[in-house]
């Protein structure tokens, strides 16, 4: 027997629909934002100290303070202040997962009182490989909290780094969608918690990554239903004009 006209249509509109889903399914997975950053150090704010040395101001590697190296009898003998961004490649093809977009190093050393900063702003640009043709910047300030290394244990002297929170958002369109970049903060854990400040011994380091993510703001493509749905309802169909064409003849 003969394939009816109505169940030889259900395949047909069966197949197309499968790969259609197939193709769009394909499609959402393949979506992946791709890009680099880096970052630079601006002109710190000196506040009242006297004698202001710090360098660095237009590079990734920020300084401040007079060190001496070779005077360990009045508590000195280490480098200088320093704040290092390292920017890195990076990639999410996860909409709203986190994803880092670089490193910030903090040293704090021991100088001499008036010759600290107590602020200093900082750029950060992402610049996509994919999407192309899209930089978005954000800016911060980082205030910076000196002590006179003059308490009665390493963690009264400790330095504090405080990050004035500028962490807002950028859109772009891509592929006729519009999506949103947004800063979520600094965090010493993989993005598990975020972190305001860091507070760190004299002559210790401590590293914290900044992370981002990036949603979509335009309603998502209407994903077609389930191959399997629409073929079980062209089925069903077939079934109906078969039991009316088969009443018909009785």
């Known amino acids: 027997m003969k394939l009816s006209s109505v169940f030889t249509t259900a395949l047909s509109t069966l197949a197309v ?3 259609t889903a197939i193709g769009f399914s394909s499609q959402a997975q393949g979506l992946t934002f791709l890009g680099n950053s880096d970052g630079i150090w601006g002109q710190p704010n000196p506040g009242s100290n006297t004698n202001p040395i710090f360098s660095g101001v237009g590079t990734n590697t920020f300084t401040w303070g007079r060190s001496r190296p070779d005077d360990r009898e009045n508590n000195y003998g280490t480098p200088a202040n320093q704040l290092t961004f390292t920017g ?28 600290n900063v107590v602020s200093v702003p900082f750029t950060l640009s992402l610049s996509f490989t994919n999407p192309s043709n899209v930089n978005e910047v954000f800016n911060f300030d980082f205030q910076l909290d000196n002590t006179t290394n003059s308490g009665d244990s390493p963690q009264q002297d400790a330095d504090t780094v405080y990050i004035k929170e500028n962490f807002d958002s950028r859109s772009f369109t891509f592929d006729g969608n519009e999506y949103l970049l947004k800063l979520i903060g600094f965090s010493q854990d993989d993005g598990e918690t975020s972190v305001s400040n860091f507070r760190v011994l004299e002559d210790h380091t401590t590293t914290a990554g900044i992370y981002a993510t990036v949603t979509q703001v335009t309603p998502a493509e209407k994903i077609p239903e389930p191959a399997s749905t ?21």
């Open 88 to 115: 890195n490649s990076f990639s999410t093809k996860d909409i709203g997962s986190l994803f880092k977009v670089g490193d910030l190093e903090y040293y704090n050393g021991m100088v001499e009182e008036s010759t």
């Open 17 to 19: 629909t499968m790969v």
């Open 230 to 250: 629409v073929g079980l309802s062209l089925l069903g169909i077939y079934l109906i004009t078969r039991k009316k064409s088969g009443s018909a003849k009785n």
